[in-house]
């Protein structure tokens, strides 16, 4: 069974830090999709970034970045340079056929 | 940018009564998904629509669910006769065809469900 993990129910940071959220996951497929979204209180669901499992490269944008380590199965989202706007829940899901989505881990940024 | 949008933001409605949930995908979308939040907890999938018939779905969606495609742009997922445990956030999503970065699912803003 295909499933993620997140360990990390809640984490902190102050901001203008950085701050790695911690994600994995269980497959036996070998081509895959990785995401992390982002929920606010109005709980929409937003792209963070994306990374797809044949690409070695780590995937970037802008203040997020990821990484992948493949034969690990572990997908951490790292952001840098924090802002109050990064406080939401952050969901890492896996997608080979229907999306997988982990428990979330609750951000909370510190001023 | 062009993005999915959900009707209604939130519906209230009687345990044992049918709710119809409404999503519009992004026009040139192909593949079309509902999922559900219950307060709390993670985003699970309920069902994956292609090409006018459902393509995968998972054991929370049972015969009390059903989605369809009426015309050119609405998805909708219909609940027959709701239970108070169906009291949640649902998430329309709707991805290109094409493998690769198109890959990326978007998600509606969500509607969310109260069963009194």
């Known amino acids: 069974a295909q499933t993620v993990t997140q360990s990390q129910p809640e984490m902190s940071v102050q901001e203008a830090e950085t701050v790695t959220l911690s994600c994995t996951y269980d497959?036996?497929?070998?081509?895959?999709?990785l995401f992390w979204y982002k929920q606010p209180p109005s709980r929409q669901m937003i792209l963070v970034i994306r990374?797809?499992?044949?690409?070695?490269q780590n995937a970037t944008e802008n203040r997020f970045s990821v990484n992948f380590q493949k034969a690990a199965k572990s997908f951490s989202l790292k952001i840098s340079d924090s802002q109050l706007g990064d406080a939401a829940m952050y969901f890492c899901?896996?997608?080979?056929?229907?999306?997988?989505f982990g428990a979330g881990t609750r951000l909370t940024v510190k001023p | 940018e062009p993005e999915v949008t959900q009707t209604p933001s939130h519906q209230v409605t009687q345990m044992g009564q049918e709710v119809i949930l409404r999503c519009v995908p992004i026009?040139?979308?192909?593949?079309f998904y509902w999922y559900r939040q219950i307060l709390g907890q993670k985003v699970e999938f309920l069902v994956s629509f292609y090409n006018n018939e459902i393509s995968e779905k998972s054991e929370i969606f049972d015969d009390q669910f059903s989605v369809e495609r009426p015309d050119g742009s609405n998805f909708t997922l219909k609940i027959r006769s709701t239970k108070l445990e169906d009291s949640a956030m649902y998430f329309c999503a709707s991805r290109e065809l094409a493998r690769g970065v198109a890959d990326t699912q978007y998600f509606g803003p969500g509607t969310r469900l109260t069963v009194l």
């Open positions: 899901a896996y997608r080979y056929n229907d999306m997988r």
């Open positions: 497959t036996s497929e070998s081509d895959y999709y």
């Open positions: 026009s040139n979308h192909l593949y």
């Open positions: 990374q797809e499992a044949y690409k070695q």
